[in-house]
């Protein structure tokens, strides 16, 4: 079987002010909120006395700013949540009296209730679901406006994961004409794509708020990175008072530059409505032109080419940033998972931000954009610690009932323009067996899933089948382009109810063992592991079967919450750490992945018994540093893509061993440890390719600080990522220090946040000062609004300061 999707993928560009030429003017409202931890009565009236409140800016997530604490929820990273009110004051020109005012919440978690000068707007359950609302019956034109926002995540135990409190993400206030492009409104989508041409259908939704009839005209052009128009349509119809009509226009592309993750090529699309030969409103989008397909014997095609699709599973938050995460920390991620060779992302378990999709776009990375966690019924939720004796049943399913369905939609709308997005996901192990969902095939001998038996008491697994079909269908109606796809938990049980053929493409968590029975027994299902563990088996069933396209490890960055028992605030599974670092499985995946020759070196005490997390999170035993007991014998494992790698002590060899003689992928030796350098070379054809090198380190003597920007621009958003590392009089990194670092500033910038990417550190994480872990920490320093000279002093006792300049520029 074989199923194809041809795609124009697009997001929004928002030009500023002075760009505007048109009715439609779309401002960040991130700034000069009012902030209050806790109810308050009548905290939405206009009146409302709120001189003390804390002043800040948007995006901010409040549970963040709390302690950890053992008597809170693991499964929320034992943080707190509670109610949050912001206020914010604005004016609107009399003179924009004719025009429509929006306001945009891209995510506010949670059950958000919003007034605009003392008029209820609506609620909204979910945080992760940006939605929209009309201010302007209620807005005071010329005069002073207050808008109000309250989050209530009093119920910690709604998730398996951190999910943050408050207004998390940016707040868009949009101006339109009362004839105007509807929200998230343009869609463009390819019907064929060749190396010679592309046909783009672009469809234009036009509301008319006026009482008269639109005589209006859509207007589409195709410029691409050189300025040139390579593509242009014109349509005119009529917009009926008080309705909404769709324009439908077709481009012709004549060698179109196709959008890949090697070379993710990006048009400009822009779109205008005239009336009377005038621009009353416009959007300006990215576009990327690409055609993907899946085949149930071959895997995943994109352009044309058979591709591996090298995957992370991604939760939200960013450890001390919470999930107010700005775009410069994505981006950062992004890159470092690019180091990785990976290609592809799971964005689990909820819609994430536009702006990270905006990032997978211009990086060239591929998008499972997944829907829910759960549906009509609760899953487990851990109270004292992952899989340990405490646990409730709550969460979203208290809302899928009246909102699951607009829920979807207004994800599938936000999100069906952008050319990172490959598959729909409704959801994940919605059908883990018997959690909550049972079926009496659960009792049958050719369940592999043996520790699941049939419960009669729990919810009928059969029910899964209608609910997919309806979200499917809701996804069908927004998007025909994309497939739809679930990450199955018991891909058996859904199989017998039907779960699984309401599905264009199947996802298999943690089950590679049936990848064969039931490619032969369902040939025409298009699998693909859609959450794994890190085994190197677990590889080779994708790497060595043309039908299985790819595997999405859980996870690629450590994330907060889903956390073991107390202390340890952090589910330990990424393969990279809070703070950015690469861990020894990261090294170990960059050797399977990455084309760039590597090579990786790391030692572990023959005497120590060789810890593993968990079976299927098999992490290496192999630390990067090179300060052991005189005597100790350490087993050095190497990690490398080239063909052999020899290994030195001192400048002697201690042989050169061939990766085809280690079935498991990792070389090893077995060294006693003698003060010095050991270092890796590797090679391919006796040509040295990649070199790794572990030195003992003396003791800690000073601070060494890097930033990846030494330029903010003064705008209250850029960011800047500054790591920070403990060193000898070498400057050799000392793995094992744990100095505490104060970090001071001077100039307009401030701290965000010191992550040490401890996961057993419960410190307050918003302090100006904390404790180093493997010998560093990340400090995250964002600009404020004035240009000028700032800088960030690092200090320790006892050892030498490190100073960083930066230049706060217009």
């Known amino acids: 079987m074989k199923i194809l999707y041809l795609f124009i993928f697009t997001f929004i560009v928002h030009a500023s002010p002075a760009q505007q030429l048109n009715d439609r003017h779309t401002e960040f409202f991130n700034f000069d909120w009012k902030f209050h931890m806790g109810d308050t009565l009548g905290a939405e009236k206009v009146t409302f006395a709120d001189q003390s409140w804390r002043k800040l800016d948007v995006p901010h997530d409040y549970s963040i700013e709390g302690s950890f604490d053992q008597n809170l929820p693991s499964c929320n990273g034992y943080l707190p949540g509670g109610i949050g009110w912001y206020r914010k004051s604005f004016s609107v020109s009399a003179s924009g009296k004719d025009r429509k005012v929006f306001v945009r919440f891209d995510g506010v978690y949670k059950n958000s209730e919003v007034w605009i000068n003392g008029h209820y707007l609506g609620k909204r359950p979910s945080g992760y679901i940006a939605f929209e609302y009309d201010l302007t019956p209620w807005i005071r034109f010329g005069k002073e406006n207050i808008i109000a926002v309250k989050s209530d995540h009093t119920d910690l135990t709604d998730s398996g994961w951190y999910t943050g409190s408050g207004i998390f993400r940016n707040v868009h206030l949009i101006y339109t004409h009362p004839v105007h492009i509807r929200k998230w409104g343009v869609f463009a989508a390819t019907s064929k794509v060749t190396a010679t041409n592309a046909s783009m259908e672009i469809a234009v939704d036009v509301i008319n708020e006026t009482k008269i009839p639109a005589d209006a005209i859509v207007q589409v052009s195709l410029v ?174 208290r809302y899928f009932p009246e909102w699951g369905k607009q829920d979807l939609s207004d994800q599938v709308m936000r999100d069906r323009n952008h050319p990172s997005v490959m598959m729909w996901s409704i959801g994940n192990e919605i059908d883990f067996p018997n959690d909550p969902y049972s079926h009496p095939s659960l009792d049958s001998s050719a369940n592999p899933q043996t520790f699941a038996k049939y419960m009669p008491e729990n919810p009928d697994a059969s029910r899964l089948k209608d609910i997919a079909h309806e979200l499917v269908k809701i996804l069908k109606e927004s998007d025909m382009t994309r497939p739809v796809t679930a990450g199955l938990a018991s891909a058996y049980m859904s199989t017998q109810v039907g779960f699984a053929s309401e599905l264009d493409v199947t996802g298999y968590n943690y089950q590679e063992k049936l990848y064969a029975e ?109 300060n052991w007991g005189k005597g100790k014998v350490l087993k050095i494992s190497g990690f490398t893509n080239c063909e052999e790698m020899e290994l030195f002590l001192n400048g002697k060899s201690l042989g050169t061993k061939k990766m085809i003689d280690f079935a498991d992928h990792v070389i090893t030796w077995y060294v006693p440890f003698e003060q010095g350098v050991l270092t890796a070379v590797a090679r391919i054809k006796g040509a040295e390719l990649a070199k790794y090198e572990l030195a003992t380190f003396g003791k800690p003597f000073k601070i060494s600080a890097v930033s990846d920007l030494q330029h903010l621009k003064a705008d209250r958003r850029d960011v800047a990522r500054i790591v920070v590392n403990v060193t000898d009089t070498k400057n050799v990194s000392h793995y094992l220090a744990e100095n505490r670092i104060y970090v001071e500033t001077q100039g307009n910038i401030r701290v965000l946040g010191i992550e040490n990417s401890n996961p057993a550190d419960t410190e307050h994480y918003k302090k100006n000062e904390h404790q180093a872990y493997h010998g560093r920490v990340v400090v995250y320093i964002q600009s404020l609004d004035k240009p000028g000279k700032a800088w960030v002093k690092l200090t320790s006792q006892g050892l030498q300061p490190a100073t960083v300049n930066l230049d706060i520029v217009k």
Request: hydrophobic share 35%; proline share 5%.
């Open 224 to 397: 691409d990175k050189a300025g040139k128009e390579v593509a242009k349509s014109t349509v005119k119809n009529v917009v009926q008072p008080e309705k909404e009509n769709k324009f439908n226009l077709l481009l012709d592309i004549k060698n179109p530059q196709l959008w890949c993750v090697e070379s993710p090529y990006l048009y400009t699309l822009r779109t205008v409505v005239m009336l009377n030969n005038r621009v009353i409103d416009s959007e300006t989008i990215l576009t990327g032109i690409r055609e993907i397909r899946f085949d149930a014997d071959k895997g995943v095609f994109l352009n044309g080419k058979n591709i591996k699709l090298k995957g992370v599973c991604l939760v939200h938050d960013a450890g001390v940033l919470g999930s107010a995460v700005p775009g410069e920390v994505w981006e950062g991620r992004l890159n470092t998972l690019k180091l990785l060779g990976c290609n592809a992302i799971r964005a689990c378990h909820n819609p994430h931000a536009s702006e990270f999709l905006d990032l997978c776009d211009k990086l060239g990375f591929l998008v499972i954009d997944e829907a829910y966690d759960e549906w009509e019924q609760p899953k487990t939720k851990w109270i004292d610690g992952w899989n340990q004796s405490k646990k409730v049943k709550n969460g979203y399913y």
């Open 518 to 626: 039931s490619h032969k027994k369902y040939p025409k299902q298009v699998l693909y592991g859609s959450e794994t563990g890190h085994r190197y088996e677990y590889w080779k069933a994708v790497a060595d079967n043309d039908y299985i396209s790819s595997q999405f490890l859980w996870t690629g960055f450590e994330y907060l919450g889903e956390s073991f028992k107390w202390p340890q605030r952090t589910n330990p599974f990424g393969i990279i750490d809070l703070g950015g670092s690469f861990k020894p499985e990261a090294y170990f995946r960059q050797s399977l992945w990455s084309d760039k020759p590597m090579a990786y070196i790391g030692a572990w005490d023959t005497t120590m018994v060789e810890p593993t997390l968990f079976y299927l999170w098999d992490h290496k035993n192999a630390l990067p540093h090179w």
